[in-house]
């Protein structure tokens, strides 16, 4: 499940709003009583103890292993809010779901399993990619790193009730500036990320997501939906074609790393004559993850041309820096792109530097 579902920031800006998905809101605890029978139930009533790393491998579990059709509505403060239909299927190994844009231009996704297929019915255009990191909460890998817990503390708040499901409720706080904490309604059976919230250091929630209607273990059809994913009649196909490299190859470092993101994966995309014998000409992306949130960095050669500015953007949870970097690698631009606090993106932009 993602929220957004987010990821240029796909071609620069639209990254900005893909990754857009996320948290915010306030949970309340619940008080015991002083008889001993409503003590049993209270206890009953308060979420497991688990770690950290153990509430997160529920929740990834149960993002994948359930089939599910729901309405996933996001909002942030400032009065934005977007909506989405999802359907989710798990065909024996398999990963397929479809996600209808409710809200915005038309827009209908289909993933199966890291291939990704992007209907944009008001142009006729279906972008065809594969994305090494799924828009799932939480984004762990396949094999979650224990680590996580240096960074993260969880602690229990108690039972809600969210789309008609009972759900625990916890909080995950970040033992630093470099990265938001959450608070996470997951369904009691199964695992699966009902809400979410994002909250920054002042404890203000910037962002929310939930589903305001969900069935769960529902049967439909991978079939059916492979077959709309296939159904390409009438549209325009352009592929985005990402070749896998490392941060060496290309002359990229972090001269400092920041404090639990670690690499995934470094891309770049060849140059459109298809005749790339020269990655310096090329938009790369290097992506980072502490396990919760994720870090884009997409450097290119800066262009006079064009001549942008350094700016920034903050849309919810999400933030966006591009700057000209300085001396002596002033001839490239960096957009970075994550939801997490600005002083992060920052902290990345400094440390990024040039080996050759």
């Known amino acids: 499940m993602t929220v957004q579902m987010p990821i240029s920031a796909r071609a620069c800006v639209l990254v900005f709003a893909a990754f857009c998905l996320a948290q915010a809101a306030t949970a309340q605890t619940r008080s015991g009583s002083t008889n001993a029978k409503s003590a049993a ?20 579990a149960g993002a994948r292993q359930r089939n599910y059709v729901g309405t996933f509505v996001v909002s942030a403060p400032g009065g934005d809010l ?5 359907w989710h299927v798990r065909d024996g190994d398999h990963q397929i779901e479809r996600i209808e844009a409710l809200s915005g231009p038309q827009r209908s996704t289909f993933r199966r399993n890291r291939n990704v297929m992007t209907f944009l019915p008001e142009v006729k255009v279906v972008k065809v990619e594969k994305r090494e990191n799924l828009d799932l909460f939480p984004n762990l ?14 602690r229990a708040i108690g039972k809600d009730r969210v789309a008609g499901f009972d759900a625990d409720v916890v909080q995950l706080v970040p033992h630093d ?24 250091s002042e404890s203000r929630v910037v962002e929310q997501s939930a589903f305001s209607e969900l069935q769960l273990d529902v049967p439909i059809k991978a079939q059916a939906l492979a077959q709309m994913m296939a159904n390409t009649s009438g549209y325009r196909i352009e592929k985005l074609e990402l070749e896998r490299t490392t941060a060496q190859d290309e002359g990229w470092a972090l001269s400092t790393p920041v404090a639990g993101f670690k690499p995934r994966s470094f891309f770049r995309r060849p140059a459109s004559d298809g005749k790339s014998s020269k990655p310096d000409a090329t938009t790369v992306q290097w992506t980072f993850s502490d396990g919760l949130a994720s870090v884009s960095l997409f450097i290119e050669r800066y262009d006079a041309v064009r001549a942008p500015r350094d700016g920034v953007l903050t849309i919810g949870a ?11 690698a002033s001839d490239w631009w960096l957009t970075a792109v994550g939801e997490v606090p600005q002083q992060t993106l920052n902290a990345f932009a400094q440390s990024l530097a040039r080996t050759r």
């Open 141 to 154: 890998p396949e094999k979650p790193d224990s680590s996580i817990s240096d960074f993260y503390d969880v």
């Open 177 to 200: 500036g470099l990265r938001f904490g959450y608070r996470i309604w997951s369904e009691r059976r199964s695992g699966l990320v009902v809400k979410l919230q994002t909250i920054d």
């Open 82 to 86: 977007s909506s989405a239909r999802i």
């Open 318 to 328: 999400t933030n966006a820096i591009r700057r000209r970097l300085p001396e002596p």
């Open 41 to 60: 139930t209270a206890q009953t009533d308060e979420p497991p103890a688990m770690s950290v790393t153990e509430w997160l491998q529920r929740m990834h």
